[in-house]
């Protein structure tokens, strides 16, 4: 529905596919949301590591929420559409048919999402190669790529799928062809997941070496051999059947997508700073870092120059902003790790009922049960003893480790709603204590950070952010608006329609601080000394101390596989 300032004018829709659900958003040529909506998306996880989705459930989802965007409002007025999602693979057969990415032959679950790590054998053997597009991805492919998960399907389902296979799409190239019929990829996805180079182009050696030679022998025809920037305006715009589907007018601007991280970085660091006493005000944009919290979380942050960080994804020329590289760092579980705590909790039925009971959602109460219980301490204090390693999924950066597991230390024999919520605390904490571990790799790579802009389903829980300014030592900035992914995809369909000559002019004009957020330097030493103590509680005989107390678990050679 439509809602807030109505002012006429050209409007964009900005479509945004999440782990956990679909949003679609109105938004204006100031970046002004004037209408939201959401739909949760299914998941199946048929074995344990396993993580399916379907595309047909996804498309249905976007045209849902699109249609309840634009109702009520004059839909002449929408001059672009841009999509973003995250980097799952699509597997269609030559009619574009969904075709199954499972044993069970179920081709409604069509996709393999990116959290999904079937293909550990694969990315082993890839990283085994060491072949040179080895250095754009941090040195060390991670199984959440797209070149380990082709292999695993033609290694495992030949005949279901891979012999059928027509187009294997990243999942935002997908949504772009299903608007417009163009099957071109954006260059993001293809940079970013698949081993593309923006300079070269694709490298044949490499998938001769790895066993995928089909695509070679093919010119590229499944996995995309036309590329466009992000922004860039595909075929004929909105076909008819789309924008019946959509609730948009036919011909309408499509623009070339970008993987969800990507989007919420161009939602964000573009913002005008001046007038908040940042120290990146009057910098070059690459004191910025945008960090994405939701699922999982990404580091985002780009420089003018290609900058090689062991274990921290890229460096990927204009994969994000135009003619900037992009280095992306990232926990693979974020926002999942802390529904995972919180929920797998003996207190949890307690802290349901109650934060039901007060109308509040459960991070919401657990915070001010911290606030009750930290009495005249500083929040931080409650975990002195308590420490989590948060990779329960894996190190995807700077470790770059996916056989690393999840930790807590400190536990004791109660499990009530006060240990649930120096738990949740903790968990917070490990994960602050990630981003700084992954801004420290940059900054030994040679970038100079000196503000975070976060935003994600995560940048809405106060306690997250303070944590991430107090362990960090930096600045937060979040934006005007709490959904700035949907403003990157925005910025996406108006660039596409051709109303601002840049995504950087149209990123200074979308993105827009709301809020700051400064470290509490006081509680500085504290989370110090906890740093210290949960790295050496948790790492290996064999690590070793850096300058600044990180532990490097693999202290001789670059991360292993
Ligand atoms: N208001 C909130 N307070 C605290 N956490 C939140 C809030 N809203 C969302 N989250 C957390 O953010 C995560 C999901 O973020 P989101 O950006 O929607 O994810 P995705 O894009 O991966 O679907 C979940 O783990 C959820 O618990
Ligand atoms: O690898 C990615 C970005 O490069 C994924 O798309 C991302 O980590 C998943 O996003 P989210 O946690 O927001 O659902």
Redesign the pocket.
């Known amino acids: 529905m439509l809602g807030g300032d109505q002012e006429p004018g050209n409007y964009y829709v900005g479509v945004d596919v ?4 679909v949003r679609a958003a109105l938004v204006d040529q100031r970046g002004i949301l004037l209408a939201f909506a959401d739909q949760p998306i299914n998941q199946w996880e048929p074995q344990f590591n396993h993580h399916e989705q379907s595309s047909e459930d996804i498309w249905a989802a976007c045209c849902v929420v699109t249609k309840q965007v634009v109702q009520g409002i004059d839909v002449n007025q929408i001059r672009g559409l841009g999509f973003d999602a995250t980097c799952s693979l699509v597997v269609l057969d030559k009619q574009f048919r969904p075709l199954p990415v499972n044993h069970e032959g179920d081709a409604h679950r069509n996709i393999i999402m990116w959290l999904d790590h079937r293909a550990v054998s694969q990315v082993r053997r890839i990283n085994e190669t060491k072949h040179s597009v080895l250095q754009f991805v941090g040195g060390v492919m991670s199984v959440e790529m797209q070149a380990p998960k082709l292999l695993w399907l033609k290694e495992n389902l030949r005949e279901t799928c891979w012999d059928k296979a027509g187009h294997f799409f990243d999942l935002p190239d997908f949504l772009s062809w299903k608007a417009t019929g163009v099957t071109a990829r954006s260059l993001c996805s293809l940079v970013c997941k698949w081993t593309y180079s923006a300079e070269k182009g694709w490298d044949d050696s490499f998938w001769k070496m790895i066993g995928l030679e089909d695509f070679v022998a093919d010119n590229y025809n499944k996995i995309g051999n036309q590329v466009l920037p992000p922004g860039a305006s595909l075929g004929n715009g909105l076909t008819p059947e789309a924008a019946k589907d959509l609730g948009l007018p036919a011909g309408i601007a499509v623009a070339a997508s970008l993987i ?1 991280a990507h989007a919420g970085g161009l939602g964000v660091i573009g913002a005008d700073v001046r007038g908040y006493g940042l120290a990146c005000e009057g910098q070059p944009v690459t004191s910025r870092l945008a960090v994405i919290c ?3 979380s990404c580091h985002m942050g780009i420089s003018k120059d290609p900058i090689f960080v062991p274990g921290v994804w890229g460096p990927y020329f204009s994969a994000m902003v135009p003619g900037f590289w992009l280095n992306e760092g990232g926990q693979s579980v974020t ?2 790790l ?2 995972h705590m919180v929920q797998g909790h003996a207190a949890f039925p307690e802290l349901q009922a109650k934060a039901t009971a007060r109308c509040q ?1 459960v ?2 109460y657990l915070n001010s049960h911290l606030d009750l219980i930290k009495k005249a301490q500083p929040v931080g204090f409650l975990t002195v003893d308590l420490h989590v390693w948060p990779d329960f999924h894996g190190n995807r950066s700077p470790l770059a480790d996916l056989t690393l597991k999840g930790m807590v230390t400190g536990l004791k024999l109660s499990q009530d709603l006060d240990d649930l919520a120096i738990l949740y605390l903790a968990t917070v904490q490990a994960i602050a204590f990630g981003t700084r571990l992954i801004i420290e790799a940059m900054e030994a790579g040679g970038h100079s950070i000196s503000t975070l802009f976060l935003c ?3 940048s ?2 106060p306690l ?1 952010v303070q944590m991430h300014a107090d362990i960090t030592g930096m600045p937060v900035v979040l934006s005007q608006e709490v959904e700035s992914v949907l403003v990157g995809a925005a910025i996406l369909g108006a660039c596409a329609s051709g109303d601002f000559a840049s995504v950087q002019e149209a990123m200074a004009r979308m993105s827009k601080v709301g809020k700051v957020v400064f470290p509490r330097l006081e509680d500085k030493s504290l989370h110090q000394n906890s740093f210290l103590r949960t790295s050496f509680q948790t790492i290996p005989e064999s690590a070793e101390t850096c300058s600044t107390g990180i532990i490097n678990p693999h202290p001789t050679s670059a991360p292993p596989a």
């Open positions: 999440g782990t956990g659900s969800d939701g699922t999982s926002g999942k802390i529904d959602s991070y919401a994600g389903g995560l809405k829980n997250f």
